[in-house]
């Protein structure tokens, strides 16, 4: 395990600074209020599992990291768009993320909404003119339509919509919740792992419906697992220099909540057996899938 938390590690110095050469490639006004507030959205901390998908896919093909550190980057931005937007007043109404004051908060809710945007845009500015020699024009432009299916009306928006409409429904049903996950959470999930494939082109076609597969469960078991966690957690408030009890909204339906602690955990270990059944199918082709079995087991593990 050590050696997977290692990898996790240089994954995240590796993808930070992309994201910081993109930056400074992209951003015009390094020193303006928005440039601030992407800065310090996009750099403000997170595990980077996302980006690390695209790396430990792409390795799994023989391709070498430094060759995926522009989708890797453009992955990330694209989070931290979902994050700031899912942070504002009208959406979650968060107050911290990762410790620290959200977005709106520190700046305000219109420069929020700007640097929400400005990283949506980014991620595919970073796709479509960042130097990768490697991927075809063709790979390149799936790329890009993949991040945009993920983040759109048929992605991450549509969760979030699906989020909001069922706030208060207290019959929700194991589906709809599964369904929300699946959209909210699951689908930029899937698409750093397909973003991570495409980088191999015709080489890993083969693999793509396992590893789509393998996705889909381990996004669900991450959301599963978040619940669990947040059942009893706490944040660290970095301005205060405190902890704060993380409760969700009395209106939020997780699956902890709703079906107990027990069966969340039952479905979370379920998922872990599927993601690792996906894996041997991989395995037959003579691919190395310890990366990412063990990436499996560090999202059902996770304790934060």
């Not at 938390?5 to 050469?21: G, W």
């Not at 759109?152 to 369904?179: H, P, R, V, W, Y």
């Not at 991570?196 to 996004?219: F, M, P």
Request: proline share 2%.
């Amino acid at each position: 395990m050590l050696d997977f938390i290692n990898e996790l590690h240089d994954s995240h110095k590796q993808v930070d600074s992309a994201i910081e050469h993109y930056l400074v490639m992209f951003l015009n006004r390094d020193i303006s209020l928005l440039a601030q507030a992407i800065r310090y959205s996009v750099l403000l901390g997170g595990k980077r599992l996302r980006p690390f998908l695209v790396y430990q896919t792409g390795k799994l093909f023989g391709i070498k990291s430094s060759k995926l550190n522009a989708p890797a980057a453009a992955i990330e931005c694209m989070h931290a768009y979902s994050l700031i937007h899912d942070d504002l007043p009208v959406m979650d109404n968060d107050k911290l993320r990762r410790g620290y004051p959200t977005c709106h908060v520190k700046f305000g809710e219109a420069i929020a909404i700007l640097a929400g945007d400005a990283l949506h845009t980014l991620a595919f500015t970073i796709l479509s003119e960042a130097h990768m020699p490697t991927i075809t024009d063709q790979d390149r432009l799936k790329m890009i339509a993949t991040l945009a299916a993920a983040s759109g009306a048929n992605g991450m928006c549509f969760g979030q919509s699906l989020d909001l409409i069922n706030k208060n429904n207290k019959n929700i049903s194991a589906t709809q919740l599964e369904t929300i996950y699946q959209y909210k959470t699951g689908s930029l999930i899937r698409a750093a792992v397909r973003i991570g494939a495409l980088s191999a082109g015709n080489k890993s076609r083969d693999a793509l419906e396992s590893l789509d597969h393998y996705a889909t469960t381990i996004g669900l078991a991450f959301q599963i697992r978040d619940d669990i966690i947040d059942t009893s957690s706490y944040a660290y408030d970095n301005k205060k220099g405190e902890r704060v009890k993380s409760i969700r909204s009395k209106h939020d339906n997780t699956y902890s909540k709703i079906f107990g602690l027990n069966t969340a955990r039952s479905k979370a270990e379920e998922l872990y057996c599927e993601s690792l059944a996906s894996l041997k199918y991989i395995a037959k082709l003579g691919y190395n899938i310890s990366t990412l079995s063990a990436f499996s087991r560090y999202i059902i593990k996770r304790s934060d």
